[in-house]
C-alpha cells in the first residue's frame, strides 16, 4: 500500500494556481482516498480557466503516479461556478495522460526534412515557454539523438524510460537504447509498439506539448500513433518538388481519414541562399505547399530556406539557428490553442 504522509508530501509540493500555498493548504486537493494502491481524491477548480484547470490535473496526476507504489490515480474535478471558458479551446486534450497536446510532424515522402523540421519546431515552441518534449518515432532511421546533440544512453526509473534534455526540451528516440551501427530488423508492428512504449512507458513528467518526428510515408508507425494516441494536430512537412507534393497529399489525406486535424504545412528547402554569394535559387521549386495547402484547405505555417547553416547545425546538433520556426511554431501553437 502507498503512504499516506509521501501522498500528502507530494501533494504538498504543487503550488495552487491562485496563491495562497500548496493545493492542500488551499484546501483545493481533498478527499484523499488510498485503496489497492489506487490514490483517489477531489479537486476543485473554482476559478481557474479550463486550461489552467487541465495542467493543474496533470500536475497532480503525475505527482501521485511518481508516490512509490501508487498503482493507479482517481482525480475526481469539481466546480461550484462554472469555469471561466479557455483563450481559443480548439483542440482536443491528448489521450495521454501529463502530456496536453500531440501534435505529429509528417510526411508522405521521405528525406524532405521532417526530423529537421520537428526538432527546430520544438525548440521554437519551447522559446515561446512551453513545455516541450520530442519523440522520435523513427525507429528504422532515428535522427533525433544526432539533431539535439544528445550521444549518451536513455536510463531507467522504476521501470520507466527517462527522456533525457536538451536545449530546453526532454527528447526520447530508440537510438538512445542501442548502437548506431546495429541494423533495426522490426516488423511493422514491432516498431509501432516500440514507439508505443516509449509514450506509454516513460516518464515524460508534464508536458504542454509532445512533437512526434515521423517516419516518412503512411504505414504502420503512423496508423497506430493516429489511432491509438489521437494527435491534437499534424504538420505536414513537404518540398516544393512536385513529386514530394503529391506524397504530402497522400499524407494528408491519411490524416483526414484517422480524423486528425492537419494544423498546416510547412514548406521545407524552399529556396537555396548560396553561402558564398547570397544569391537565391530556387533549386526544388518554390511555393508549391501553400499552393497544394490552399486547394485542400490546408493552413500554410511557413517556408524554411535550404541553407547551409542549417545542415550544419543539424548535423552538429545545433538546433535552434533558422529564425523561420519562431512563426511556425506561434501558428502551431496558434492552432492547438496554446
Ligand atoms: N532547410 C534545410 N536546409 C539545409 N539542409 C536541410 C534542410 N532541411 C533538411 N536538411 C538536411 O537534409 C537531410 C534530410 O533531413 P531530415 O533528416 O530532417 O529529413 P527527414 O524527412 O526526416 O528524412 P527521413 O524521411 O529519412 O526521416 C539532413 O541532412 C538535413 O540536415
Ligand atoms: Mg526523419
Redesign the pocket.
Known sequence: MPDREEVGAALAGIADPSGGGSVLETGRAGGLRLKDGVAGLVLSVDGLTQDVAERLRAEVEVALRRVPRVTGVRIILTADKAAAPAGVAVAQDSAVPGIRRLVAVA?G??????????ANLAVALAKRGLAVGLLDA?IY?P?VPT?LGIPGRAQLEDGKLLPMTAHGIKALSIGMMMATDKAVIWRGPMAASAMMQMIEQANWGVLDILVI?L??GTGDIQLTMAQKLKPSGAVV?STPQDLALIDARRAIAMFNEVKVPVLGMVE???TFVCPHCGERSDIFGHGGAAALGEGLGVPFLGA?????T??LA??AGQPGS?PEFAGIAERVAIGLGL
Open positions: 510526411s515522402k521521405g528525406g524532405v526534412g521532417k526530423s529537421t523540421v520537428a523513427d532511421g535522427s539533431l518526428d517516419p516518412p512537412v521545407n528547402m524552399s524554411v530556406p535550404l541553407t547551409m542549417l545542415r543539424s548535423d533558422a
